[in-house]
């Protein structure tokens, strides 16, 4: 049963890429990442070699005789891709990386019975020296990507609402847009009767209706505050001044969650 086995046992294996080994004789190792049952993940190291010695080992116990009458300890195993002696190294084990992915999910597809066999289990265990060597690239484990170019929406200045600055405008506080006179702002929405929201020179911030004018006015639906951006609150200030009431809107975002005090107001007013 397969819930009765050690949680060490490899369930799923898949080679993540190759590596060259030069020396006397150059060689290429197949990095393989490994998952065992318990959810672990480790990379072992394994050439064409040691897979063609285990499967070896594992025909010479466990596969029948007459295969189409095997026997209670025995099974069909997958078959292994044969050994190549002339070509390109890297392009052959380039090209075995497929064939053996198959025959390692296969074989860990085997009855559970098969999973304990001792050559099967140090084939996938990691040792010492696996556990020391430091991968490289892993290009087979990387999720494919792909370059996106990205497009900078451009303005339509003939389509779009838009007003011109008539007057400079200094906004206060981050949800008001600095305005100088002559440039073009294109709108957004309209905030209230007296305000609305647009966009200059990649800021978009609100700005009184009274400094500036509309060029191509909004659609209908925008002009009665029904869009989805923030929304926002002007208070009406009167200062006493010794030349008379001076008055000034200072807008607010709605969701305020106090009272604005004196000190604030009137840094704002001034």
């Known amino acids: 049963d397969f819930d009765q086995l050690p949680h060490n ?9 190759i590596e060259e080994k030069k020396g006397f004789i150059d060689y290429f190792m197949f990095v393989i990442e490994v998952k065992t049952k318990g959810g672990s993940k480790y990379l072992i190291y394994r050439r064409y070699r040691e897979f063609f010695n285990l499967h070896q080992i594992l025909e010479s116990k466990y596969s029948p005789e007459d295969p189409e009458r ?13 050994k190549v002696f002339i070509g390109n190294k890297r392009e052959i084990a ?18 559970t019975w098969l999973l304990l066999e001792e050559a099967l289990r140090m084939f996938f265990y990691q ?30 200045l003939f389509s779009s609402p838009r007003a011109e600055a008539i007057f400079d405008f200094r ?29 200059v020179n990649n800021q978009t911030g609100i700005f009184p209706l009274s400094f500036v004018k509309i060029i191509k006015p909004l659609p209908e639906s925008d002009t009665e505050g029904e869009g989805e ?6 208070l ?7 030349s008379g009431v001076d008055t000034r809107d200072v807008c607010v975002q709605e ?8 000190k604030d107001l009137l840094s704002r007013m001034r």
């Open 94 to 111: 380039e090209s075995r990386i497929p064939e053996l992915n198959t025959y390692m999910k296969r074989l860990l597809g085997l009855p």
């Open 70 to 82: 095997p026997g209670p300890n025995s099974c069909i195993l997958p078959s292994i891709p044969g």
């Open 127 to 156: 040792t010492d020296q696996d556990s020391q060597h430091e991968p490289r690239a892993l290009r087979r484990l990387r999720p494919p990507t792909r370059k996106v170019k990205t497009v900078k929406p451009k303005m339509d």
């Open 229 to 234: 951006g923030n929304t926002y609150s002007c």
């Open 236 to 242: 009406r200030c009167y200062m006493l001044t010794p």
């Open 9 to 17: 046992i490899p369930v799923t294996a898949t080679i993540a890429d």
């Open 255 to 262: 969701n305020l969650t106090i009272q604005p005090r004196y």
């Open 171 to 199: 906004g206060n506080g981050k949800a008001e847009l600095n305005l100088k006179r002559g440039e073009v702002i294109f709108l957004l929405q309209r905030v209230n009767a007296d305000w609305l929201e647009g966009t």
